[in-house]
């Protein structure tokens, strides 16, 4: 992961560009590198200005708040750490950034009332395995609006299958997939009407 200090990582893009995140000492917290953001944020950039952005497993809030500061209208960051959640709360204030804090674990938080989202960032803990049935239950719950974009990273070990593929959501597509080290990431596609 690249970072200027020790427990620290920034915001590389937009108007929050080099602000540093907090990297807490949380077992299993691994934010999302800086060379694999950039890569991301670059196939976002026609999608970015005025979407609603849902960032699970915030963590850092690296993905979320980045999006927020190249344009995005608003962010919910969804995390169960308390600690985490503290972290994100302050970095929220400061930045004074459109964003909500929700702590709570990712599958109880997809069991409420769904809100569509434009942009979903989905980075559970590597040894999970469960990435599909998230991405099932986003689009079954409605939480996914019709052509959002739907950010995975896991294991290399564990890629995104070629779409379709019966275990994801009928209709879904890979747009773009790469790996870095031990990440594997995707961008898909949630078809215009399902």
């Given amino acids: 992961m690249s970072r200027g200090r020790r427990g620290r990582l920034r915001i590389i893009g937009g ?3 080099g602000r540093p995140l907090t990297v807490a000492p949380v077992p299993g917290l691994r934010p999302t590198p800086d060379r694999v953001r950039e890569t991301l944020f670059n196939w976002l950039a026609p999608e ?3 979407a609603r952005c ?3 497993f915030a963590g850092t809030g690296a993905l979320g708040l980045e999006a927020l500061s190249r344009g995005a209208a608003e962010a919910v960051l969804v995390e169960r750490d308390a600690r985490l959640v503290r972290l ?3 970095k929220v204030a400061e930045l004074e950034a459109p ?3 929700v702590q709570a674990e990712v599958g109880a938080y997809l069991n409420g009332a769904a809100e569509p989202f434009h942009i979903v960032f989905m980075d559970p803990p590597y040894a999970s395995g469960r990435l599909a049935e998230y991405c099932r239950r986003l689009a079954d719950g409605g939480w ?3 052509g959002a974009r739907v950010y995975v990273e896991c294991d290399a070990g564990e890629a995104v299958p070629d779409l379709p593929d019966a275990a994801w959501p009928a209709g879904w597509g890979v747009l773009r997939r790469g790996r870095a080290g031990r990440a594997a990431f995707a961008l898909l596609e949630v078809p215009e009407a399902y």
């Fill in 15 to 17: 108007r929050w560009r």
């Fill in 48 to 50: 970015l200005p005025g």
């Fill in 54 to 56: 849902l960032d699970l």
């Fill in 88 to 90: 994100l709360q302050e």
């Fill in 99 to 101: 964003a909500r804090v």
């Fill in 144 to 146: 996914a609006a019709p």
